[in-house]
């Protein structure tokens, strides 16, 4: 999975309890009825999922962990026919249905996947520095001990927003040279001590580091714009397409996506040249954050900001990456390898 029930810190607290983020205003956007049909494009422990069911919906389920599938099984078994679980990344949802009258995505890190140390998204415990949500290809190891000090400042400056990403990069570099970084607790011990901790700071030192991290070799932004492009693909005219993300990148890609989509093009309507800019999505309302009362039980929907947008009849359009702004970084297939 691209994603699951995301938002927690990975250094802070013990095991997250499962709480769907946002989940009355998912439904109320969603608005399921029986007899339709959703995607719930990023599956995690299935909160969602649950919700449209028990409305009477049908739900076409995907996630990329395989643990969040097996999890899932049992849910499935009991739904009646009315719930497909599909293992792969969120990014091909139109591949699994067409013409539904819902996508429902929530961004981010789940909780099951914090709380399991052998997966390494979080330094609570020790683990291996790994970070994979689909559990292959190149892992957060690989990422810190064979990157350039180049590669990882870009990283860590754009993906975790962190002001010491130079000079992390640099001690990461120095460092491996003595010994690779093989766990979670490892690298966030050494990046505590190289860069100190302020008293009054409320995350650990090493916890925007472990965010680039997760992103970066998860491709979540990457994921996330593709998504997008497929649930304009998949939606009916009138579908709704409803995105909880977690942070502020992934919720400027979903903004960006929506204003695109749903502006009107300019000029004349016998010009064919403008027919493929009519919109394709209209904006409903702006960003919605979660209550006072919700984040007082639910601290991972402290950052959730919740968007909708709604299908029209025009044809989607081709995919441009161009309109998200993102900034080209090392590929990791590549540079993993050397």
């Known amino acids: 999975m691209m994603a699951g029930h995301g938002g927690d810190s990975p250094a802070v607290g013990g095991p997250a309890r499962h709480i769907p983020v946002l989940l009355a205003e998912v439904l109320s956007a969603l608005a399921p009825q029986e007899g339709e049909t959703f995607i719930d494009g990023t599956f995690g422990a299935g909160g969602y999922t649950k919700a449209i069911l028990d409305a009477g919906a049908s739900v076409v389920a995907v996630d990329r962990d395989p643990d969040a599938i097996a999890a899932g099984r049992d849910m499935e078994a009991s739904s009646g026919g009315r719930l497909r679980l599909v293992h792969g990344p969120f990014s091909r949802l139109d591949d699994h249905a067409e013409a539904v009258d819902g996508v429902v995505l929530d961004i981010g890190v789940s909780s099951m996947q914090l709380d399991e140390a052998g997966r390494g998204f979080s330094f609570r415990a020790d683990g291996p520095l790994d970070m994979r949500m689909a559990q292959e290809g190149a892992s ?41 970084f093989e766990t979670t607790l490892d690298l966030a011990n050494a990046i505590e001590a190289h860069v100190g901790r302020n008293p009054k700071d409320k995350i650990h030192p090493a916890t925007r580091v472990f965010q ?29 397409l409803v995105v909880v993300t977690f942070h502020s990148l992934e919720d400027r890609i979903v903004k960006r996506f929506i204003a695109d989509r749903s502006g009107n093009a300019a000029g004349s309507r016998f010009l064919p040249e403008l027919q493929e800019k009519a919109p394709t999505f209209a904006k409903r309302g702006g960003a919605v954050a979660a209550s006072e009362a919700e984040t007082e039980v639910n601290l991972r929907a402290r950052s959730a900001k919740l968007r909708v947008a709604v299908r029209t009849e025009a044809p989607a359009r081709p995919e441009d990456f161009s309109i998200f702004g993102l900034p080209k970084l090392p590929d990791i297939r590549l540079s993993a390898e050397r």
């Open 212 to 240: 680039a991290l997760r992103i970066f070799v998860n491709d979540e932004l990457g994921e996330l714009a593709r998504a997008l492009f497929a649930a304009e693909r998949a939606l009916k005219p009138g579908g709704r």
């Open 140 to 180: 957060a190891a690989d990422v810190v001990n064979r990157f350039k000090q180049g590669d990882l400042a870009r990283i860590f400056g754009f993906l975790g927003e962190e002001r010491h990403a130079g000079r992390i990069a640099r001690m990461i570099e120095k460092r491996r040279e003595a010994r690779p």
